[in-house]
């Protein structure tokens, strides 16, 4: 059997394992815990973090679905004023971390802000006089996430109606559909793969989320478990939580694909032209940029206008010299893991490719396990792998692994492979088999095959893929702040101190610098988007 594994499907498997060592060692370590413990924490923090992650994830699922398609279905099948510019303008929340919206929606709705104080001189109102809704719970941390978690559902929606054919809507309409009738009976399920894929991207993120729920002091399974390892000093009762959160993520996803069952939605045609789409009346465009405005004004203009009244307000007390360190620190890393993350996402596609045994294809799923995994638990088990290698076999890789630059990228490498290895597998789908054919009858190694055809081949698809985990690890603030070495800062875990303390004025800067970063990808995301229906021209 292993001798069918060649080199390429060789490397593809220990590269796969390494990335799955940790989340196998969260199991592992929570394996010994014995039951008095897990008991203790059924009758003490286990019913409120299960009631508060359940509560998020019911109010960001709805919220999000319900945002995700009115606004995709608003902007692809209807011509008006504007769609051009909400098409990408509904991108923009992809580009604010969740935490720094919880800090600027605590400063614009706080009794001192600027939402109460001119409700307060309007109307001549006291302290009492009014009743006015805490931001602070778990309704309002769910929304705070629904804000910018929609454009998942957003995104992958759209471009799966992008993809229709017309000839399906036009046989609905002349079967007795009305507009509405074929979007539900026809467009919908037609896109419903990709709804429920952008749903379970939605509540993974959810799950993952740790600075916007602490925060808000919202209990949920991250914050349990940070506060468990880093607070108590418990690693075993760590890793437990940590286990349960791994099998709700590993629920979720089995889930979706139990509830498709047999389902299968296809399209058959090859015709593709423009998708119709009627030009609104003047209610009916209004009515649309009502839609479509609102998750935008709550999920990033309002939130970036209040950054830069902070940061106009009260200055900030961050020097140069301070500013320049966290910029510098938070851009090595995220040019360090979009360098190391995407070499490695394409040797496994690559050996995925070309093994024939189906195990570096497992070895790849087995893999993508990290991206609907937490930061803080990969971090834990990043912790934990360090402690079982030291205690059965005596590797010294607690100092490379523990609390070093190189334990805050192999965390990314976990993190975020998913994020390379999508955009990469595309790009690769799309280059024909015979200019590797071609190549190899003329002497190449499989690895002179990618140097010399596939790189120059896959350069947007690079591009796109090192952007995206740039990104990410930009916005990105349990795992480093767990795993980065003494008194190493970036960005986001100076705005998440700064805000934690409630010095908000100070946390704007770094978190206004931390969205602007994110901007670029939004808008060539979109770009992609736009371009992606078949047939599509210039």
């Not at 993809?163 to 979007?183: H, I, K, T």
């Not at 108590?232 to 099998?247: E, K």
């Not at 015709?271 to 998750?295: D, E, F, K, N, Q």
């Amino acid at each position: 059997m292993w001798s069918r594994i060649g080199p390429t499907g060789l490397s593809a498997l220990i590269l796969a394992i390494l990335i799955a060592l940790p989340i196998l060692a969260v199991f592992v370590q929570a394996a010994g815990v014995s039951t008095d413990l897990w008991g203790h924490m059924a009758r003490t923090v286990l019913p409120g973090y299960i009631a508060n992650t359940l509560i998020l994830l019911g109010i960001v699922g709805v919220v999000t679905l319900v945002t995700g398609v009115a606004c995709a279905w608003t902007v692809t099948m209807h011509e008006f004023r504007g769609r051009g510019v909400l098409q990408w303008l509904l991108l923009l929340p992809l580009a604010m971390p969740a935490y720094v919206l919880a800090y600027t929606y605590t400063d614009f709705l706080q009794f001192a802000g600027p939402l109460q104080s001119f409700l307060r001189a309007s109307f001549g109102w006291r302290r009492g006089d009014y009743w006015f809704p805490e931001i602070h719970t778990a309704w309002g941390a769910g929304l705070v996430l629904s804000s910018v978690l929609y454009p998942y559902v957003y995104v992958l929606t759209r471009a799966a109606f992008l993809e229709q054919s017309v000839c399906v809507l036009e046989a609905s309409r002349m079967l007795g559909c009305s507009a509405f009738g074929a979007f539900r009976r026809v467009a919908l399920p037609l896109a419903r793969p990709a709804l429920v894929t952008g749903v379970g991207y939605a509540l993974m993120e959810t799950l993952a989320d740790f600075g916007a729920v602490r925060y808000f002091g919202i209990d949920t399974f991250t914050v349990g478990i940070y506060r468990t390892w880093f607070a108590l000093g418990d690693a075993a009762m760590a890793a437990q939580l940590a286990a349960v959160l791994l099998l709700v993520v590993l629920a979720l996803v089995g889930l979706e694909r139990l509830s498709r069952g047999r389902m299968r939605f296809h399209q058959t045609t090859g015709r593709y032209r423009a998708l119709p789409a009627p030009r609104l009346s003047a209610r009916g465009t209004v009515l649309a940029w009502i839609v479509c405005l609102t998750p935008i004004l709550f999920g990033f203009l309002l939130p970036g206008g209040v950054l830069i009244h902070m940061i106009l307000r009260g200055g900030t007390e961050l020097t140069l010299a301070r500013f320049t360190d966290l910029t510098v620190n938070t851009f090595i890393l995220g040019a360090s893991g979009a360098l190391l993350v995407v070499a490695v996402a394409l040797l496994v596609i690559h050996g995925v490719r070309h093994d024939r045994s189906g195990f570096a294809t497992g070895a790849a799923r087995l893999a993508s396990l990290g991206y609907a995994t937490p930061g803080t638990v990969i971090a834990v088990g990043i912790l934990i792998t360090v402690g079982l290698m030291r205690d059965w076999g005596g590797w010294p890789v607690g100092a490379l692994l523990g609390t070093t630059i190189v334990g805050i990228l192999y965390g990314y490498l976990i993190r975020f492979f998913v994020v390379a290895y999508g955009p990469l597998e595309s790009g690769f789908a799309k280059i024909g088999p015979n200019l590797e054919g071609a190549a190899r009858s003329l002497g190449h190694t499989p690895l002179q095959v990618l140097r010399r055809v596939h790189l120059p081949l896959l350069r947007p698809s690079l591009l796109s893929a090192a952007m995206l985990v740039f990104v990410d690890i930009t916005k990105e603030l349990p795992a480093t702040m767990i795993l980065r070495p003494f008194n190493f800062d970036t960005l986001a875990i100076e705005a998440f101190r700064m805000a934690s303390t409630e010095r908000l004025d100070d946390a704007a800067l770094p978190a206004l610098v931390i969205v602007l970063v994110g901007l670029a990808p939004v808008i060539y995301l979109s770009r992609t988007i736009a371009s992606s229906r078949p047939g599509h021209r210039g």
